[in-house]
């Protein structure tokens, strides 16, 4: 199983930061496809498509949460509400992506590859994906670890 590094910033922020996760990969054909294409013409983007699909896969994961002083149920709770603005977000961009899906049509005109298009799709489908699993994932069911600073 491997292991993410998340880490909560003290009061009174409590901000919740990624520091380590997996690197991007699919094993759909299309998403690959489109994995590849924005490797080599936007390669700005993976590791915030990385960042997607660890939400989407978040239970597979063992959990390093760097917390301070922290008790474990505190750390779970600013979880749970961390992954919840994370699926009110991700519902937002979903919706703003399907809308503007059917326009990348017409980009497919112009000559050369089409990254608006495949670009678009694999933040779509890794957005789209985030959110459904952040819908059934419950705090409580995380293998989390509490690390010391």
């Given at each position: ?20 996760f997996p690197e991007l990969h699919s094993g759909k054909k299309l998403v690959r496809k489109g994995i590849a294409i924005l490797r080599k013409y936007a390669p700005g983007i993976m ?103």
């Amino acid at each position: 199983m491997e292991t993410i590094r998340i880490e909560i910033s003290p009061a009174p922020g409590r901000h919740v930061q990624l520091l380590d996760f997996p690197e991007l990969h699919s094993g759909k054909k299309l998403v690959r496809k489109g994995i590849a294409i924005l490797r080599k013409y936007a390669p700005g983007i993976m590791r915030y498509l990385s960042e997607q699909r660890l939400l989407g896969h978040l239970p597979a994961y063992r959990i390093e949460v760097r917390a301070g002083n922290m008790a474990e149920a505190e750390v779970r709770a600013l979880l749970a509400a961390w992954m919840r603005r994370k699926r009110i977000r991700r519902l937002f961009y979903v919706v703003l992506e399907l809308l503007l899906m059917p326009f990348t049509a017409f980009v497919a005109l112009l000559p050369g590859p089409n990254v608006v298009f495949y670009g678009l799709f694999v933040v779509f489908y890794f957005h789209a994906k985030a959110f459904l699993s952040l819908n059934r994932i419950k705090v409580e069911e995380l293998n989390i670890s509490l690390a010391m600073n």
